[in-house]
């Protein structure tokens, strides 16, 4: 049965950071894409950051780009997410999802954990 399982969410003040790990259970993602994406209260799940089976290959949502960085451990089965210069907008629930394909969807996901960012 796969699991994600993700950690590192928290409370923190503007201008802060937080590193967000997700590991994977289950199956072996290495080959295989990965993700963040995360829910604001009121509103739809959002893209943040992607990241291919080679670590050199990433993807991030405009609103991210140049604060946050996705990074992978394949032999850990594990994603990160470390996130700099944080805003009170980049408070939501965070999700990590997986695939075993190259659809470009995402078939698996965590339970999610809640990033608050205060002014």
């Known amino acids: 049965q796969v699991q994600l399982v993700e950690s590192g969410g928290g409370l923190v003040q503007a201008g802060g950071s937080l590193r967000l790990s997700c590991a994977a259970s289950?199956?072996?993602?290495?080959?295989?894409?990965m993700a963040w994406f995360r829910q604001a209260p009121g509103k739809e799940r959002s893209f943040v950051a992607r990241?291919?089976?080679?670590?050199?290959?990433?993807y991030y949502a405009d609103s991210v780009k140049g604060r946050f960085t996705i990074s992978r451990d394949n032999a850990k089965n594990t994603v990160y997410l470390q996130m700099n210069s944080l805003k009170p907008e980049d408070t939501a629930v965070y999700y990590c999802a997986a695939t075993l394909s190259y659809s470009g969807t995402f078939d698996y996901w965590g339970q999610g954990t809640q990033v608050t960012v205060s002014s």
């Open positions: 289950g199956r072996t993602f290495s080959s295989y894409p």
């Open positions: 990241i291919g089976w080679s670590v050199g290959i990433t």
